[in-house]
């Protein structure tokens, strides 16, 4: 399935100021298909009738990092959607090289991402695969774990004109290409077709907006799966890295040595300030 990335260069040209995308709010109806608040959200192959697509005015690149389009990582992205304007803002970034896909095979480079949306200052977690061996094995499914108990909605950007874009969404663990799949409150799935051989090494960077108030590593957080399109081995695997979480509230008794402290603090102060006063 070649379906590589969009023309960029003549879309940009083109554009209106009216953004089709935003980030879409993913929920459990998901035979609802192409629903605008919810269902298996589906994309386009033009990113301004995309409801997924974020529409990047501009990078602030990691230094090192903005040479090759299998090295891109931002510390600031500022964007555009029909909701209005933010800025992605890099909290956290680990990078996976050797993932394996077929036992024993380095296939890809897994890019892992925390952001900040100064929009609404939530949490952003992003994905970005790189298929890196002509071995025609390709990744059909991405996936964020760790979403049960929270609000998720999903987007997808560019960070450079060779990003395959993201096909389709949903809160689901299914590897299948059914158009009927069940509700995972876990997960978050995102569907692309991302492959040497077929010219589409590249995901876009893909993303997960949560209500979480925290995060933290995960064993089980990014999932990959080769659904055997063109008939491949059906495989797929998952590595570490962040998960969703909510800040620690302090116990009562912490509370209590937190006062305590305080109050030893403002003694000290207080006896100090009569010393000089004497």
Do not use: C
């Not at 049960?148 to 060779?162: H, I, K, R």
């Not at 990003?163 to 969404?169: A, G, I, P």
């Not at 979480?245 to 008794?253: F, L, Q």
């Amino acid at each position: 399935m070649k379906l590589r990335s969009m023309a960029i260069a003549a879309m940009l040209v083109t554009a209106s100021s009216a953004y089709a995308g935003d980030f879409v709010t993913l929920r459990d109806d998901l035979a609802n298909l192409n629903a605008a608040n919810g269902g298996l959200i589906v994309g386009a192959n033009n990113p301004f009738r995309d409801p997924l697509y974020l529409d990047a005015t501009s990078f602030t690149w990691l230094d090192g990092y903005s040479s090759h389009p299998s090295q891109l990582i931002a510390t600031s992205i500022s964007y555009s959607a029909n909701s209005g304007s933010g800025v992605l803002t890099l909290l956290d970034y680990r990078i996976n090289t050797g993932v394996e896909l077929l036992p024993g095979v380095a296939q890809a480079t897994v890019y892992d991402f925390v952001f900040r949306d100064s929009s609404d200052n939530s949490l952003v977690f992003g994905t970005r695969y790189i298929n890196q061996i002509n071995n025609n094995q390709e990744v059909n499914f991405l996936y964020r774990y760790g979403f049960e108990g929270y609000e998720t909605s999903a987007a997808w950007l560019f960070l450079s004109d060779y990003d395959l874009r993201l096909y389709e969404t949903g809160r689901t663990d299914d590897y299948s290409f059914s158009s009927t799949v069940a509700y995972d409150a876990d997960a978050v799935r995102q569907k692309s077709d991302i492959s040497v051989s077929e010219g589409n090494p590249y995901s876009g960077l893909f993303l997960v907006k949560t209500d979480a108030t925290d995060y933290a590593f995960g064993d089980k957080a990014i999932g990959y799966y080769q659904a055997g399109e063109e008939g491949q081995a059906v495989v797929g695997g998952f590595i570490g890295g962040f998960v969703p979480t909510v800040a620690a509230v302090p116990e009562p008794s912490e509370y209590a040595l937190m006062l305590l402290g305080l109050g030893v603090v403002g003694f000290v102060a207080s006896r100090r300030k009569k010393q000089n006063l004497a």
